[in-house]
Structures are given as C-alpha cells and as structure tokens.
C-alpha cells in the first residue's frame, strides 16, 4: 500500500505512482491510498492523464480523506482486515503517523517505510522539528537526494535530543527512477537526423524557484537569440510572462496541461532546469523531468552543484552543470549541449542507471521481502 496526499502533477505523485507500476510488475497487488479527495474531472492530475495505465497495471486507488480524526478510524478499520503481510510506503509525514498509532490501537505490527521529499532546511523551526518526530515512528526511513540527507544529518547532529533520538535509526539515500513502461512509447531522439532546430525545453510546474524567470532571461543572449523556447506546465500563470520583449514573445510556446507524456523530442533540443532553492545551501537539480529526458537521450542543464545524488553523471553529456548568475557562459554551454548526440549503447546504460527498478528494489531489500 503507497500513501500518497493526492495524485496532482508532482514530484512524489510521479514517484509514488511509478513504484506502483514497478511493484505490480513484480508480481504484488498494489493499492494507492490517497488522503485528499479526487475532483472530478479535474485537470492536472495522475488519476486522469494515467488512467489507462492505472487500469493496465490494476492499481487500485483508495481515498482516505477528512479530518485527522476520521483518517486513523480508516486506518483502524483497514488493518483489522488486513494480512500480516501488508506493507506501506508512505510518501506522507502525516500519513505515517496515523498508521503507526493504528497498529499501536489494533495490536498489529505492519512495516511501514517513509520516503522524505523536502530538505529540512526549507521548513521553519517549529515544522522541521514535527517532521524529525513523524519520521521517527517509521520502521525505514529514506531520503530523496544526497543535498537533503547531508541536510537531514547535520540538523540532527546538531541537536542533542534528535541526536539521542534517532540512535540506532539510519536514514538513508533512495535516489528517485522512472518506470520505462509509461515512456516507451515515446520516441527517442533521432540522432540521424539531419534538421536541428535550437529549442529551450521546460517542463514542470510554473513556480519561481522552477527558474522560469532564468529561462526567460537566457533566452535574451545573444547567443540564444535564435532558439525556440517551450514551455510545458501542469496549468498556467500568466503573470511569469508578461512584459516580454516582441523578440522573445515571437519564439515563445505556452503548452499548458501537459506533461512530458506530450513532449515529442527533436534533434537541438535542450532541457532547462535552473532549479533556485533561495537561502539553502543543499541543492539537489536533478529533478524527475530530467531524468525522463535523459531516458529519451536529450540533455538537461542543471543548477551548478546538484550532481552529488548521480556522480555516475558527472563525465555523461546526458546532464550538465551550470552557474546561472553568469548568463552568457550559460548559454555559450547550452549551445554546446545542443549539438549532443547520445548512442544506443549509451541511452541504454543511463537506462539502466536511472531504472525505478534500482528504487524499489532497495525499499523491498530494507522491508525484507521478494
């Protein structure tokens, strides 16, 4: 059982969902429980952009909603019924919480996993210390990228009662994947091809710390002054693009309700992450967008720092650094990525690297199970 706050176009709905795909491959039946209601119809979201491979893959998707309340009498119920084999893989804080007092109310010992997805350092005092306590109650506890476990371990060792806490409790890096079953349909990059068009790819949600704002900018050099720029998000915003110049507006594309599942790659394309995280000093740029472009063989450049997570990345063309604050280098680097060509031994292997397999296959050596 995944837990899991919604199903809106995110990062751990992504991952969440790909774990899904991945454990009912190997066999076992999978069930999505999701602690807010689905809207009808609504745009942006999993449930309806995946409904087809939800059903292929029989995924089954529960809603626990409501108050706090209300949610541990659903999981009291739940695990009444439930075999002592049942496992969950908590994508939720709060969630976790809710399932361990529940096992504590109804006698029943179930393994629970929790997969973190924020740096501690982006939380204020108060919600950073919540979030160490949730994460205590859970029986293996994970962490996204190698910035939010150095994060993660430096508020601890710096705190004598968190330190005294989690003794004897490690957490440790669970690098993020893709599921291929939902990408091979989408064509790989033509490396034969003879046309190359120069295009600027983004691909997210329209949040300023996403770097759109840099994305606009770079666009502006002169050595990007004849590239295409295409935007992909989840839902729109028009305030990020006002007052642009006519030069820029002219080779602008807004492709809103989309997702990567919509983007066809094309030989001069560049993905763009210059991922902005304010005042923390713990980065982490390589985001699942990136790693689905890397699956179809076009390069990203990312924020300068954020290899540490995939040092196998360091010397692959596939991925590349970038300092932001210095916009003509950067472009003169985006330029160069453009002209990048990935073999098919090549694209295997970072297949191969980047695989949602590696992820759940660490979670199911830590549950013990297989």
């Not at 491959?25 to 309806?48: H, M, P």
């Not at 809103?256 to 790659?265: A, E, L, N, Q, S």
Request: charged share 20%; aromatic share 10%.
């Amino acid at each position: 059982m995944i837990v899991v706050q919604n199903l809106k176009l995110g990062g751990f709905q992504r991952i969440a969902l790909d774990e899904a795909y991945d454990y009912s491959l190997k066999g076992f039946r999978v069930t999505l429980l999701l602690l807010e209601e689905i809207a009808q119809g609504a745009t942006g979201n999993f449930f309806y952009s995946e409904s087809d491979l939800i059903q292929k893959f029989n995924i089954q998707v529960v809603e626990a909603t409501g108050n706090r309340k209300r949610q541990l009498i659903f999981f009291k119920s739940l695990l009444k019924t439930s075999p002592s084999e049942l496992v969950f893989i908590s994508h939720n804080l709060r969630a976790t919480v809710l399932i361990r007092l529940a096992c504590v109310l109804v006698a029943k010992k179930i393994k629970i996993t929790t997969v973190i997805h924020q740096l501690p350092s982006l939380s204020d005092s108060a919600q950073r210390m919540k979030r160490f306590l949730y994460a205590r109650l859970s029986d293996n506890l994970f962490i996204f990228s190698a910035a939010a476990l150095k994060d993660w371990n430096e508020r601890i060792n710096s705190n004598l009662f968190l330190k005294m806490l989690y003794k004897g409790q490690n957490v440790e890096l669970l690098r993020n994947g893709i599921f291929f079953g939902r990408i091979n349909d989408r064509p790989k990059l033509d490396i034969k091809s003879e046309s190359r068009e120069l295009r600027l790819i983004f691909l997210g949600r329209p949040t300023f710390w996403k770097g759109i704002g840099t994305v606009l900018e770079l666009a502006k050099t002169e050595h990007l002054l004849h590239s295409k720029v295409i935007f992909f998000l989840p839902y729109a915003d028009d305030s990020l693009f006002q007052n642009l110049p006519e030069s820029l507006t002219n080779r602008l594309e807004i492709i809103v309700g989309k997702t990567f599942r919509d983007y066809v790659p094309r030989l001069g394309d560049v993905h763009l992450y210059p991922a902005d995280y304010g005042s923390s000093n713990f980065i982490e740029a390589i985001s699942i967008n990136c790693l689905e472009m890397a699956a179809v063989g076009v390069p990203s450049c990312v924020t300068k720092g954020g290899l540490v997570t995939w040092p196998e990345f360091l010397d692959n063309p596939i991925i590349t650094e970038i300092d932001w604050l210095r916009l003509n280098e950067a472009a003169k680097s985006i330029l160069a990525c453009s002209q990048i060509r990935i073999s098919e031994l090549q694209l295997q292997q970072i297949r191969d690297l980047i695989s949602i397999k590696n992820h759940t296959n660490r979670i199911m050596e830590n549950l013990a199970i297989g």
